[in-house]
């Protein structure tokens, strides 16, 4: 089994440009799509993107996906900042027998 | 409207059971497969268990397997989560999750609170 590792917790100032990483322990990161969830205090999560770099829809297109195989990491983009960004966020992909797999979860901060 | 809505948590003493449902609504239950996901409190998300629309295939993780049952009764449009020899460590907010192709998790209930104490 492998572990997706996100960084506890990251800041920035609203308009600016977040980059939070999810690096997978062992396998590659690109055998298995890579989900990024949501979640604001006291409520369930919600996908901002799916399948690596898919956004559902009402998503805004300041959230961004990507995978890196040369870091072996999914990276989520958050451009042009806003105070209701600030969330806990999570990566999420499968192992070899089809169970889903949690980063850790990285608590954004928008100060 | 999507609506998952979790029921049965509560307080039980560790060695206990506790059988959580999930109700839904607003789509064809019966088309969907589902998952349960826990969070501890103040901690990050945890996955639990799988179920595919009809029930035939399963996937539970380590730390619940031979412990937890996963469900569902389409008819009913339900899905259940049976939990035995519950553990301190199982204290959690259990949230069910409809899974589509390509999004594991896109729609959520709110989550029930399972505490697990003597």
């Known amino acids: 089994n492998f572990m997706l590792t996100q960084p506890h917790s990251v800041s920035e100032s609203p308009g600016k440009t977040v980059t939070i990483s999810c690096t997978r322990s062992s396998g590659s990161i690109a055998s298995n799509y890579v989900q990024w969830y949501q979640q604001r205090p006291g409520s369930a999560p919600t996908t901002v993107i799916y399948?690596?770099?898919?956004?559902p829809s009402g998503v805004p297109d300041r959230f961004s996906g990507s995978i890196d195989s040369s870091s072996n990491s999914a990276s989520l983009t958050i451009s042009g900042l806003k105070t209701e960004d600030e969330a806990d966020y999570y990566c999420?992909?499968?192992?070899?027998?089809?169970?889903?797999?949690f980063g850790g979860g990285t608590k954004l901060t928008v100060l | 409207e999507v609506q998952l809505v979790e029921s049965g948590g509560g307080l039980v003493q560790p060695g206990g059971s506790l059988r959580l449902s999930c109700a839904a609504s607003?789509?064809?239950?019966?088309?969907?497969?589902m998952n349960w996901v826990r969070q501890a409190p103040g901690k990050g998300l945890e996955w639990v268990s799988y179920i595919s629309s009809s029930g035939s295939t399963i996937y539970y993780a380590d730390s619940v397997k031979g412990r937890f049952t996963i469900s569902r009764d389409n008819a009913k449009n339900s899905l259940y989560l049976q939990m035995n020899s519950l553990r301190a460590e199982d204290t959690a907010v259990y949230y069910c999750?409809?899974?589509?192709?390509?999004?594991?998790?896109?729609?959520w209930g709110q989550g029930t609170l399972v505490t697990v104490s003597s």
């Open positions: 999750a409809r899974e589509r192709t390509g999004d594991p998790f896109d729609y």
């Open positions: 999420q992909s499968y192992d070899s027998s089809h169970r889903r797999v």
């Open positions: 399948e690596d770099n898919q956004r």
């Open positions: 607003g789509f064809t239950f019966s088309s969907y497969e």
